[in-house]
């Protein structure tokens, strides 16, 4: 008996355009629609007058979403550093142009994300802003830690200070690490107390190290089996 035998209703979400299988209808999703993207940077920098037409920082918003190609996690990370920041959008902006092409997402996730220009998305340059912006050494190591786990594995906060190679780590200075890594956009805490890193942000965490810091990464996880492989969406 098949799923659609049971009369069963599944939505399945993917990045990659190429998926089919048989009775599957699918809905490919379009770009952000400029209010939406506008609204989306307005929420996440907690920045209210970004959304009135005759603002200051309207203008310029608007030209950071279309540099950011109307990406909602693009947008999410330049809100987040917007919100962390004093910059206003055009500052923040000019910063992005800076930092040139979008280097750093690896080719295949670029390609299934259809993304029509490199420089135009400049989706990791969002993401080498937000991550350089971090002051906090242990944040950035357990960026650096999380995006060299495998994909499909589910981390709690209950066992960073192990994965860490630190498992008598204090509280406070584990979270403060996270409220770093969270308030920049680079994870999320779901209520559960699972750590989330979205796939293209792991790309980009795992183009920051070389096979010898990978290596010295992975040696220092003590206990790994603490982590809980999990099934989640492609």
């Not at 940077?41 to 310029?60: F, K, Q, V």
Request: charged residues 25%; proline residues 5%; contains cysteine.
């Amino acid at each position: 008996c098949s799923v659609a035998d049971t009369g069963a209703s599944i939505l399945i979400t993917s990045r990659f355009a190429g998926l089919i299988a048989s009775g599957v209808t699918r809905l490919e999703l379009g770009d952000l629609k400029e209010s939406d993207a506008v609204e989306l940077l307005a929420t996440t920098s907690n920045r209210p007058g970004i959304r009135d037409p005759l603002g200051l920082d309207h203008e310029a918003a608007r030209q950071l979403c279309r540099a950011l190609g109307w990406l909602p996690l693009a947008i999410h990370i330049a809100g987040s550093f917007l919100a962390l920041h004093t910059e206003i959008s055009a500052s923040y902006l000019e910063s992005l142009r800076a930092e040139g092409p979008a280097a750093g997402v690896d080719d295949s996730e670029v390609e299934s994300l259809r993304l029509r220009d490199r420089r135009t998305a400049s989706l990791a340059a969002s993401l080498r802003l937000a991550y350089d912006s971090i002051p906090d050494d242990g944040a950035r190591r357990l960026f650096q830690v999380l995006c060299i786990l495998p994909r499909e594995y589910l981390v709690s906060k209950a066992v960073l200070p192990f994965l860490l190679g630190r498992p008598d780590q204090s509280g406070p200075e584990l979270a403060r690490s996270l409220a770093w890594l969270g308030n920049s956009g680079l994870i999320q805490v779901d209520e559960d107390g699972s750590v989330l890193v979205h796939p293209l942000t792991r790309s980009f965490g795992g183009s920051l190290l070389d096979d010898a810091q990978k290596n010295e990464l992975a040696s220092s996880r003590e206990v790994v089996y603490c982590v809980q492989p999990n099934v989640r969406s492609a």
